[in-house]
């Protein structure tokens, strides 16, 4: 049974800025003709007074060919992948049930703007460090690379994405019965895989203390 439109879409607008920031490490898809790239970068996001992901940040190696076909072609798909995992029908008491996988994913199609600005690349650069290091015992700076910083700048190529469109799966647990969602849950808690257990509790507030 097809599950209804809309079955899947994330509870609150919070929980898609949720997703980009706790899983930054994205895939950026070129297709241009019949050529293409794929690369894998961490990625921030720009956000509204709201909270809600109006750009995308993030920076390429300039000797990465994928940089010169964004430049002809800056159309790009870029695809976050948030906590995932597989839905053993071994927990379900039906096991005529079969098993499934639940996700979190969003999909941006962006046009990418490249920046030469040295300015605007520090910016970028200091943000994404900056949360990567937050909260680490003997957290590293930027600023500790010292005459080495004017290297690594000179290596990378800054960019701003902006949004054109943008696809959302929440797909966790929404469309299962109650008595088979919490056999989920409780199968996924016993396992220890805490964060997939979280969402889909987060996802379905009525069902949590089930």
């Not at 040295?118 to 200091?126: A, F, I, N, P």
């Not at 943000?127 to 015992?137: A, F, H, Q, S, V």
């Not at 004017?150 to 994405?161: D, E, P």
């Amino acid at each position: 049974m097809s599950a209804a439109p809309g079955t899947f879409d994330p509870p609150a607008e919070a929980e898609v800025t949720r997703l980009v920031l706790e899983h930054p490490f994205a895939w950026l898809v070129t297709m241009h003709g019949a050529e293409f790239a794929a690369t894998p970068l961490p990625l921030r996001p720009v956000l509204d007074p709201q909270g809600s992901v109006t750009a995308l940040l993030g920076h390429f190696a300039r000797r990465n060919p994928h940089v010169e076909l964004l430049r002809r072609a800056p159309r790009t798909l870029v695809l976050f992948l948030g906590p995932h995992g597989y839905v053993s029908s071994s927990w379900l008491t039906d096991r005529t049930r079969t098993p499934t996988w639940n996700y979190a994913a969003a999909q941006y199609l962006v046009d990418i703007e490249f920046t030469e600005d040295e300015h605007d690349t520090e910016g970028v650069l200091r943000d994404l460090i900056g949360e990567m290091e937050g909260g680490r015992p003997q957290a590293w700076s930027l600023d500790e690379m010292g005459p080495r910083y004017r290297r690594l700048v000179s290596g990378i190529i800054a960019f701003r994405a902006h949004i054109l469109e943008r696809r959302v799966k929440f797909k966790l647990g929404q469309d299962e019965r109650d008595a088979e969602y919490a056999e989920i849950t409780r199968a996924l808690a016993a396992a220890g895989d805490h964060e997939l257990h979280e969402w889909m509790q987060r996802c379905n507030p009525a069902r949590s203390g089930r």
